[in-house]
Structures are given as structure tokens and as C-alpha cells.
T-cell receptor, first 114, second 112 residues
């Protein structure tokens, strides 16, 4: 089944404790992206990747890191999480960032930083 | 900058009622436009899309028409069902960066 998977689905952590949220897609997509969803703000892009070893900042990159060493994986790293990073996170992918391409979303990771 | 604005929710309707969720956009150029739906506890999935002016996207009884003159992409459905209860997001697409710009989302509750 073609899908985007994220792990973990739920995570409670404390301020300053490094964490990684994994994202993997099995559709051989070139493009991958991370969004965060907050009430009243919709989804905002954190980072995106056009292809392996190519990443760039989205609208809200502060406090996050990403890497794209393999085509299928695009982990999101929070080196020192803070309470304002409590949010619902979505990974997405598409064949390539073309004009008409649909993006496919993972199920989401709900993060609580205490 | 580019942006997408949706009507405030929640929208509460009775089953079989007519649905309209308003969406307007600002953009340099002519973006592709999308409606995504998020069912409780799930990720977003594409509902419909339109890539140029006057295009109509449709799926599962939902429709939206790309209106360049009013910069709008309103979502409509003639007869909603309880199973349509979800959060609906309008989005525009910047093709050169791959970035989707989302509206704030509109929660729809359909009561039997």
C-alpha cells in the first residue's frame, strides 16, 4: 500500500530533551515536506526537500533540523524542544514539486513538550 | 505575501443541508488550488483540485470552481451527510518551491 508513515504518533517530552520524528514514504517520491498544525493557524511549512541531500527552510524553521540522506526518509529533529513546539506535525510527499502535484500526508505526530 | 483565507468555523448543519465553505486567496501569478479534508484522528487527504481559471474540481459530491476574477475557490455540496463531518482546508500551491499555503481550516459538524 502506498503511504507515508510517521513515528511516533504521540510523544510527551520535557524541555531540552532532543527528539526525532521519523517520516518514510514508499512511493519513490522526490519531494518531501514537514508541516505543523496549530489551532487557528492551519498548517505551516517547516522544511522541505526537493531530493536527496537537498533541503530548504519553510515558513517556520526555527528550532528544527532535517536531513535527507535517502529518498524515502525525511526525519524531523528537535535538538532542544521548547513548549512552543507543542503541536501536531505532518509529513508529506509528492512525486516532484510540480505545479499540479498532489501531496500525500502521513497520519500526524502529536507532540507535547512540558 | 501569498495567503489563503477561509471562513471561520465551526459550521454546523443538519443532514441533507447545502454546504458552502468560502475560500479566497492572494497570490502573485496563478496558483493551483486545492481542498484537503482531515477526518478525526487522521492526516490530510486531497478532496479536489483545480489548476487554472474556470476549472471545476469535484469529488464525492463536493465541488469548487477556480474564479480568477474574485480570487476564490469556494467549496460546495448539495446534501451533506454525517460522514462529511471533518476539518476542511483550502490551499494554494507554489509550483516552484512545492510549498502548499493553507487556510486556517473550517470544522464542519453534520447532525442527523
Amino acid at each position: 500500500e502506498a503511504q507515508v508513515t510517521q513515528n511516533p504518533r504521540y510523544l510527551i517530552t520535557v524541555t531540552g530533551k532532543k527528539l526525532t520524528v521519523t517520516c518514510s514514504q514508499n512511493m519513490n517520491h522526490e519531494y518531501m515536506s514537514w508541516y505543523r498544525q496549530d489551532p487557528g493557524l492551519g498548517l505551516r511549512q517547516i522544511y522541505y526537500s526537493m531530493n536527496v541531500e537537498v533541503t530548504d527552510k519553510g515558513d517556520v524553521p526555527e528550532g528544527y533540523k532535517v536531513s535527507r540522506k535517502e529518498k524515502r526518509n525525511f526525519p524531523l529533529i528537535l535538538e532542544s524542544p521548547s513548549p512552543n513546539q507543542t503541536s501536531l506535525y505532518f509529513c508529506a510527499s509528492s512525486p516532484y514539486p510540480g505545479f499540479q502535484e498532489t501531496q500525500y500526508f502521513g497520519p500526524g505526530t502529536r507532540l507535547l513538550v512540558l | 505575501g501569498d495567503s489563503v483565507t477561509q471562513m471561520e468555523g465551526p459550521v454546523t448543519l443538519s443532514e441533507e443541508a447545502f454546504l458552502t465553505i468560502n475560500c479566497t486567496y492572494t497570490a502573485t501569478g496563478y496558483p493551483s488550488l486545492f481542498w484537503y479534508v482531515q477526518y478525526p484522528g487522521e492526516g490530510l487527504q486531497l478532496l479536489l483540485k483545480a489548476t487554472k481559471a474556470d476549472d471545476k474540481g469535484s469529488n464525492k459530491g463536493f465541488e469548487a470552481t477556480y474564479r480568477k476574477e474574485t480570487t476564490s475557490f469556494h467549496l460546495e455540496k448539495g446534501s451533506v451527510q454525517v460522514s462529511d463531518s471533518a476539518v476542511y482546508f483550502c490551499a494554494s500551491y507554489l509550483g516552484n518551491t512545492g510549498k502548499l499555503i493553507f487556510g486556517q481550516g473550517t470544522t464542519l459538524q453534520v447532525k442527523p
